[in-house]
């Protein structure tokens, strides 16, 4: 494991969004619409390739989840990760009854051997974990957090729709304002997060980190206005041409180019911890007896706790 992937044993604080109602203000403004950008395809990642793009992080978890990360050797055994040449799925054990005194539950944290500065990343999905208690995350994020940066592309937590975006960094867009909840922006779409996004077909996200700004860009599969280039995968795509993103932060009020280090992809699921396990945030998810006590006895309601990728596209 590299010096990169120990950092994220101090990202303790890292995902604690649980002050959604005090996010610090994003101003919205369209200046990247005169700035359009094309990229070329630097990695196609699709079923197999999973396996060798990612590290599977047998860690415990930075934001004290009832998880325990395993190892790709017993993640393939155990037929947690799970991929074809099309198709790569990772979900969490859904099986076994935990006892209260022992670890928590069998899941999957995926870090990109890679790590990427000014770049797109296209993100195909099919299906995303859901369940009381579930926090599934699709990421990014560098060294020393929270000064390498951190961009939360999918997130959310119990099932709770819409999706939130959020950018943590150092003092100039700080993370440690609004007790580390980071700058958020909720997708205005209910379809973006759980169990909508699921029966939906899941659909694209899209993140575009350049020196001026870090947009996400979220289209439903059903949605009749994905860009084509994006949609067929091209081997060269213009941003320019993919219209409004759902979030974006301009370098403006969040200086990209010193706040943000290159930065790995994080795919994970783990549950309760320190965002869907806070007592408020799960009674206010109408989720039933108490986050842990919930995901150590009901394994069956796991059966749906899972990621479904078709593809991830890395463009620079
Ligand atoms: C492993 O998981 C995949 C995907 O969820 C499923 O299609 C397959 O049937 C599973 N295999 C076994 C042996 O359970």
Redesign the pocket.
């Known amino acids: 494991m590299s010096a990169i992937s120990l950092s994220h044993l101090y990202l303790a604080k890292s995902l604690s969004i649980d002050m959604v109602s005090s996010l610090c203000v994003i101003p919205f403004i369209f200046t990247f619409g005169a700035r359009a950008a094309t990229y070329s395809l630097s990695s196609n990642i699709v079923g197999t390739e999973f396996l060798s793009a990612f590290e599977h992080q047998a860690i415990a978890d930075p934001t004290n989840g009832r998880v325990n990360y395993v190892d790709q050797a017993t993640a393939l055994a155990d037929?947690l990760t799970?991929a074809t040449a099309t198709t790569f799925?990772t979900?969490a054990d859904h099986n076994t009854v935990l006892s209260s005194s022992g670890p928590g539950r069998n899941s999957v944290r995926l870090q990109s051997n890679q790590q990427w500065s000014t770049h797109v990343a296209v993100f195909d999905i099919v299906h995303m974990p859901r369940a009381c208690g579930t926090w599934p995350a699709v990421w990014e994020v560098g060294g020393n957090w929270p000064y390498g940066g951190e961009v939360d592309i999918v997130e959310g937590v119990n099932d709770v729709s819409p999706n939130q975006a959020t950018l943590h960094t150092g003092p100039d867009c700080d993370a440690f304002d609004n007790s580390n909840s980071g700058c958020g922006v909720k997708v205005n779409k209910a379809n973006s997060y759980g169990p909508p996004f699921d029966s939906n077909g899941g659909g694209w996200y899209a993140m575009e980190r350049t020196t001026g700004h870090i947009n996400i860009f979220f289209w439903a599969r059903n949605d009749g206005s994905v860009p084509s280039d994006l949609k067929n995968g091209a081997s060269t795509i213009n941003t320019g041409n993919w219209g409004t993103p759902v979030a974006n932060f301009p370098s403006a009020n969040c200086d990209i180019t010193s706040e943000f280090a290159p930065n790995n992809i994080i795919i994970d699921l783990t549950f309760c911890g320190d965002w869907a396990g806070s007592s408020s945030v799960y009674s206010a998810s109408g989720c039933p007896s108490t986050c842990v006590e919930y995901v150590n006895n009901n394994p069956s309601a796991f059966v749906d706790s899972?990621w479904q990728f078709n593809a991830l596209r890395v463009y620079t």
């Open positions: 037929n799970f799925i979900r899972y």
